[in-house]
């Protein structure tokens, strides 16, 4: 295994020990870091190299028991994102009616309105069961906004 070990788990000391006769000798003697010890107890089939791991372990699942999982976004974000959500159904919706009127003009921004009237529907529409996912628990926007519960409520003509 030792593609998983690097040269700074461990190194070789000269350390003086007392040896025969009580004479003291220096030997070579290997000390590890942290990790190299959790390695060498992690490939050794010892009794204590068994008790570490059964150590190691209990300590892991205590840390995942008692540890609550980060939120990505704060709920005002999430709200600021679905306002966001809110804007685009709006000008989706605004581009779907104009588009008729760009297409008998030939207008030259015609072919960005139909790109847009073709492709984003279905990413505004899975964007907003996203944020109803992750905003459901919210039941007042951070900022008194009174109209928080009809946000999504937008876009049921052209996005269903």
Same mark, same amino acid.
């Given at each position: 295994?030792?593609?998983? @070990?690097?040269?700074?788990?461990?190194?070789?000391?000269?350390?003086?020990?007392?040896?025969? &006769?009580?004479?003291?000798?220096?030997?070579?003697?290997? =000390?590890?870091? !942290?990790?190299?010890?959790?390695?060498?107890?992690?490939? +050794?089939?010892? #009794?204590?190299?068994?008790?570490?791991?059964?150590? =190691?372990?209990?300590? !892991?699942?205590?840390?995942?028991?008692?540890?609550?999982?980060?939120?990505?976004?704060?709920?005002?974000?999430?709200?600021?994102?679905?306002? !966001?959500?809110?804007?685009?159904?709006?000008?989706?919706?605004?581009?779907? &009616?104009?588009?008729?009127?760009?297409?008998? +003009?030939?207008?030259?921004?015609?072919? %960005?309105?139909?790109?847009? =009237?073709?492709?984003? +529907?279905?990413?505004?529409?899975?964007?907003?069961? !996203?944020?109803? %996912?992750?905003?459901?628990?919210?039941? #007042?926007?951070?900022?008194? #906004?009174? &109209?928080?519960?009809?946000? @999504?409520?937008?876009?049921?003509? =052209?996005?269903?």
């Amino acid at each position: 295994n030792s593609d998983e @070990f690097t040269s700074s788990m461990s190194m070789v000391i000269k350390m003086k020990t007392n040896g025969i &006769n009580n004479n003291l000798r220096e030997k070579s003697v290997r =000390v590890f870091s !942290l990790r190299g010890c959790h390695l060498i107890a992690m490939f +050794a089939t010892t #009794d204590k190299a068994k008790e570490f791991r059964r150590w =190691v372990v209990d300590i !892991l699942d205590r840390e995942v028991a008692h540890s609550p999982i980060a939120k990505q976004f704060s709920d005002e974000e999430l709200c600021s994102l679905s306002y !966001l959500w809110r804007s685009s159904a709006v000008m989706y919706e605004a581009c779907h &009616n104009i588009y008729p009127l760009l297409l008998a +003009a030939e207008h030259k921004l015609l072919p %960005r309105f139909a790109s847009i =009237v073709t492709n984003h +529907a279905r990413t505004i529409n899975w964007t907003r069961d !996203l944020l109803r %996912r992750e905003t459901k628990h919210i039941d #007042d926007h951070p900022w008194g #906004d009174s &109209n928080w519960n009809n946000v @999504f409520s937008y876009g049921t003509g =052209v996005l269903q």
